[in-house]
């Protein structure tokens, strides 16, 4: 990711050196324990090193907390802070990016929370400096998310984004929001339901907290879903993905039987169908078999997933696709399935029709023959034709 075009736009580095001098000599706070606790230690004098809880932000051990892990509201001196910028610094000059990377993930996880906006004026000074600064950008959200998410957030309302790109945006939000819908998605749900945006008709954090909420609890989140009436294909295809994953394809599919069709919303039902089916186009005979067992459902009639899985059906079976596609009964099956036998075979495609002619929708089969004969030989179509026994069929075609 080339950084300056995708976070920010081309700013003098003047501004980028005021923001992250008042960063550093000002302190930035988002955290809720007063400065006189210390991240990175617990008791005065206990000697020990502290140690970060990267679930709730809280700490263990003593001693004095070296620069960047102080308690949250404590404000660096200016001699810490400028240590704490130029050991940042020395790690974005690694040339080798799998060191710098190793180097820079080691200090977020030793740096308090409540340091990290100075991590993000850094970030924002290297990126000014022309280099890459995508995967520190990354990295620092997910940290930042796994540890105290409400403050990340907090922060992220609050700062001002001017002269950023909106992917970088939207990249710390996402990474913060699916962190925390995995390892609390009860508060992040609460967090999404209270936000004025989601409020007033915003759905752009729905997606993310189901992706992160699927990761750990899909039943819920699509329960979740159910109630709000907020799911798109998005969403559906991710619990589907959860779900195969956990439980296999059989229990997807128990899953799916076990919705209460009272209960669960139509659009709902729909969205998880073809999310299923959509899953399934890699093994078209699946496939194939779901929405034969679904075909009562509203989606199925002109449904593109039907077209594409006649389609790969006949590539590799065209006798057992065109077979399924006349017991389903639905037009766009048959139409697939026979034009992809003709595209491959067309000698085989017809002979087979001959031989079936009182097969669910012969005519059909018979006429897709005969057009597509007629488009590369006519005189061929019509000996064709002619050779069909069936009376009624064959004069069909002949008047074609």
Same mark, same amino acid.
């Given at each position: ?27 930035? &706070? ?29 700490? *263990? ?9 102080? *308690? ?51 970030? @924002? ?12 950008? &990354? ?23 001017? =002269? ?29 339901? +209270? ?16 992706? =992160?909420? +699927?990761?750990?609890?899909?039943? #819920? ?7 709000? =009436? ?17 439980? *296999? ?8 039987? $076990? ?10 039902? +729909? ?7 959509? $899953? ?5 005979? $699946? ?28 590539? @590799?079976?065209?006798? *057992? ?14 139409? #697939? ?12 495609? =017809?002979?087979?029709? $001959?031989?079936?002619?009182? &097969? ?13 004969? @007629? ?26």
């Amino acid at each position: 990711m080339k950084t300056p075009s995708k976070f920010f736009s081309v700013r003098s580095l003047g501004f980028g050196a005021v923001a992250l001098g008042l960063s550093f000599f000002c302190g930035l &706070s988002l955290g809720r324990r007063t400065g006189a606790e210390e991240i990175a230690g617990g008791e005065s004098g206990s000697g020990r090193p502290g140690m970060v809880d990267r679930k709730n932000g809280r700490t *263990g051990g003593g001693g004095d907390a070296p620069a960047g892990r102080r *308690g949250k509201g404590a404000t660096l001196s200016v001699k810490e802070s400028k240590d704490f910028a130029q050991s940042v610094r020395s790690i974005f000059r690694e040339n080798v990016k799998a060191r710098r990377i190793a180097q820079f993930e080691k200090l977020v996880e030793r740096t308090g929370v409540e340091h990290l906006p100075e991590l993000i004026a850094l970030i @924002r000074e290297n990126d000014l400096r022309g280099n890459d600064s995508g995967d520190e950008w &990354s990295r620092l959200w997910n940290s930042w998310g796994e540890r105290d998410p409400q403050a990340a957030m907090d922060f992220f309302k609050t700062y001002d984004w001017t =002269g950023w790109n909106d992917a970088a945006q939207a990249e710390a939000r996402t990474r913060v929001l699916t962190n925390w819908a995995q390892a609390d998605p009860e508060n992040a749900r609460r967090f999404v339901e +209270a936000d004025a945006d989601f409020v007033n008709g915003d759905r752009s954090m729905v997606y993310t907290l189901v992706d =992160g909420w +699927a990761n750990v609890a899909p039943e #819920a989140a699509a329960e979740w879903l159910f109630k709000n =009436g907020l799911g798109m294909s998005g969403e559906y295809e991710r619990i589907v993905d959860a779900l195969n994953r956990n439980r *296999g394809r059989e229990g997807l599919d128990a899953w799916f039987s $076990k919705l209460d069709e009272a209960q669960v919303p139509a659009k709902d039902r +729909a969205g998880f169908s073809q999310a299923i089916a959509r $899953k399934l186009e890699s093994s078209p005979e $699946k496939a194939a078999e779901w929405v034969e067992a679904n075909l009562n459902e509203p989606w199925v009639e002109g449904s593109e997933i039907v077209r594409n899985t006649a389609r790969a059906f006949a590539q @590799r079976d065209p006798k *057992g696709a065109v077979e399924w596609a006349g017991r389903t009964g639905l037009e766009q099956a048959t139409i #697939a399935a026979v034009a992809t036998w003709c595209e491959q075979d067309v000698s085989a495609a =017809g002979q087979w029709v $001959k031989e079936n002619a009182n &097969s669910p929708r012969s005519h059909l089969s018979a006429s897709l023959v005969m057009s597509y004969l @007629r488009h590369t030989d006519p005189a061929a179509a019509r000996q064709w034709a002619e050779s069909i026994s069936d009376p009624a069929l064959r004069e069909s075609l002949l008047d074609f």
